[in-house]
């Protein structure tokens, strides 16, 4: 059996799930990494870790996912729920499968995947899941209908999955950041503000050690809330 911890990642093949990957594995953390690419068969082998290729939104992939990493690890202390960016559509031209589809990436995905890993976490007595939100999703925005919403339902879960088994020591928190790139470019087509604190987005290793600090002994407090990094810019408190 695998004697350090094991962390399952999704959306792992690049941005904030390839960033959290490499920060977990360069902390010592079995990796075993989800995504649809093919890439993530190479990002695996660079940290020594596992690859499953599959699509967040499909239950059978997430199925594979957890049953291979228990098959070869013997457990799982901590999930990453990392997920694409969603489109960005007018409110009312978004569809029922539109809105079905970002539903089973940014909900049920969370959701599916806490069903599969919460059994190994009790026996094992304790886990931690993060999920990766985004800073509007406790004030909308018209630019980007499915963070006001959907992610929002995500993190109301959140909530209740932590009051379900804090007993259990299974954490769960959601994360929010604002903008997160290693270059300004990859934000081309965002309406990035001007006035950034260090003039520059968060990088994907940044953000990592954030998750990191969650996942660890250091935050055992820490379940059922969503840590906004937003540079202050929501008006909420």
Do not use: H
């Amino acid at each position: 059996m695998n004697t350090n911890k094991v962390a399952i990642v999704t959306a792992a093949s690049r941005g904030i799930g390839a960033g959290c990957a490499r920060e977990l594995a360069a902390q010592g953390y079995t990796v075993s990494l989800m995504a649809r690419s093919e890439s993530i068969f190479d990002l695996a082998k660079e940290l020594d870790g596992i690859a499953t290729q599959g699509s967040i939104s499909n239950p059978e992939d997430l199925e594979r996912l957890v049953d291979t990493t228990l098959t070869k690890f013997g457990r799982i202390d901590s999930v990453v729920n990392s997920f694409g960016d969603p489109p960005r559509p007018d409110l009312l031209s978004i569809d029922d499968a539109m809105w079905m589809e970002n539903f089973e990436m940014l909900f049920m995905s969370v959701v599916r995947i806490a069903r599969l890993v919460t059994e190994p976490m009790i026996q094992q007595r304790g886990g931690a899941i993060i999920n990766i939100s985004a800073s509007d999703s406790q004030e909308p925005n018209l630019g980007t209908p499915f963070s006001g919403t959907l992610r929002a339902a995500m993190e109301g879960f959140t909530k209740l999955y932590a009051k379900r088994y804090r007993s259990d020591r299974i954490r769960m928190v959601s994360l929010a950041p604002f903008f997160v790139a290693d270059s300004m470019e990859e934000l081309a087509g965002w309406n990035v503000p001007q006035d950034l604190m260090f003039g520059r987005p968060a990088t994907y290793a940044e953000l990592a050690k954030i998750v990191i600090f969650l996942l660890g002994e250091d935050a055992k407090f820490i379940t059922g809330t969503t840590i906004k990094l937003d540079e202050a810019y929501s008006a909420a408190i």
